[in-house]
């Protein structure tokens, strides 16, 4: 059973990505009593599935690592995984909350020693992946997985490969027995960062996701430059694991979009231009990268980075919404059609893979409760909506820099909520 | 009206004013979808997208004397897939309006031929009557080209007679509304909402 000591003085962080991560430790940091409840078995979120920053390119892992490190330091801070938000009631210093805990299957007396894994064959999608490989039956989330233990998969159960990880365990840390378990805690002040999921490339139907093996999202492409992972680090098409030199980006994939989303994500333009670098990262002079775009929106400081990328002769620049996405069957390179509006030039350009920058949409369309939110579904910092607070993505389509500082906002105003509370109790 | 009374002040005026569903054209971002999702694209003069920027340039001439918009086949490709929601597809047919009210319109271009036929058999009993926009249609370039394309078109022509899809009798009068006067009445109201709206305009 999952013991939880917490007060109307508690501050409850929704979500362990980088935005609840943050907001977490900072008001831990402040001697604040925090929980934090993440969905996934492990926390860092999005940000962990991502191979480089930008601007600067440095990897996520370092920073991942240093909160890591914070939260593992912190005595205030409670990190409880597997975890979903489904109820609040209460008000503004005095909340009730119940959480729905998920059964790992796995206890803390998990080394990751790895001997359950290797004992069973049975495969599943590998989420962190996006699909692109699976993982076996007992896993270990990634390789800088916080916390650093195995989940078993809970389709595995029930089955034979599921008893075989059990005995493979040397240190009894498999408990096949493990069951849902439903906990009622009490905050003072909750904090939703929830993030963002990117929007599903298949209902934009002219791009023909669903159809094209050689039609990726930007964040698979991410995934496909993790040295571990679904390919080893190298930049291949699915199709027929043939090297992709001639990548093209298709921007504003389901952003700025009546039809899709209809607000600008604002990290999709960065996020190509830094994909690009990846491109020319493995493959040098034989990079050939087309980047289709309406406008590049790199704002303020990221002008510099988008002028580096302007200078590369490998990296061009087409003004043109694509408008339709074909396949060369004989090659299957996808092949772009359109026409540009600097000339109103009509193309039909063969790639070896195309890149949708898609969108980011809010999960918070999955609520348990109920929030104000704007039109396109990001929680507002309205009164009504008490003290919970939104923090990073779930407020905004935001990059990291802006997001942990939104994260950062909201800790102050959570941690201001829970003072007040003890003020009254004196 | 007189031709050039707008050029020096703003095409895009003229046009959000007088063209139905005109006052979109200023929602354009230029994205290029609708040029490279129109079937036709590839044969027509300007694309929709060079359209709407040739507007903004004030290109008034070279807007309205095109044949681009009579193109146009109402497939709606691209409203459905116009980021902005842009009925474009209306926006042409608006256009190639406009410019056959001013007299504008390329005279030999068939789409516009056919429009004209189609309205005034429409309008002189208020039902189409098919065998007579065929026939008008078959030799709308002229006697000979007239009885190829009739003799070519013949086997389907019988069959729609076998089948009772068509009729002789509709070559002596033909079918038409039950209330001639009426409908005849609603189309002069609807001539005296354009012109007063013209007017207004105008002045």
Redo the contacts between chains.
Sequence with gaps: MTEVIATNETILVVGGGISGMTAALEAAETGKQVILVEKRAYVGGRVSQLYKYFPKLCHPTCGLEINQRRAKQNPNLRIITMAEVSDVNGEAGDYSVKVKISPRYVNDNCTACGDCGRAVESEFDDEYNYGLSKHKGAFLPHKNAYPYQYAIDPAMIGTDDATKAKEACKVDAIDLDMAEENIELKAGAIIWATGWRPYDAAKIQ?YGYDRYDNVITSVEFERLMDQAGPTGGKLIRPSDGKEAKNVAFIQ?AGS????HLTHCSRICCMASLKQSTYVDEQFGDDADVSIYY?DIRAIDRFEDFYKKVQANDNVKFI??????ITLDKASQNPIL?????EG?H?YANQHDLVVLAVGMEPSVAEFPITLTTNSNGFIEADDSNGAIFGAGCSTDALDVNRAVQSATASALRAVQVVNKVAKAEG | MSGNKYKSTSFLKEVEANVEQGDWVKMCMQCGVCAGSCPLGNHWEHTPQKIFMMIRAGKRDEVLTSDAMWMCTSCYNCIVRCPRELPITHIMHGLATYSKRLGLAPANNPTQKFAELFWKNLTKKGRVNELKLGIALYFMNGIGEGIKTSLKMKDIGLGMLKTKRMSVAEMFGGHGVKDKSGFDAMLKKAFEIEEAKLKKFDS
């Design positions: 002219p504003c700025r979009d009546r039809n309406i003004k043109s919404k694509v408008a339709s059609n359109g026409v540009d509006t109103y009509r």
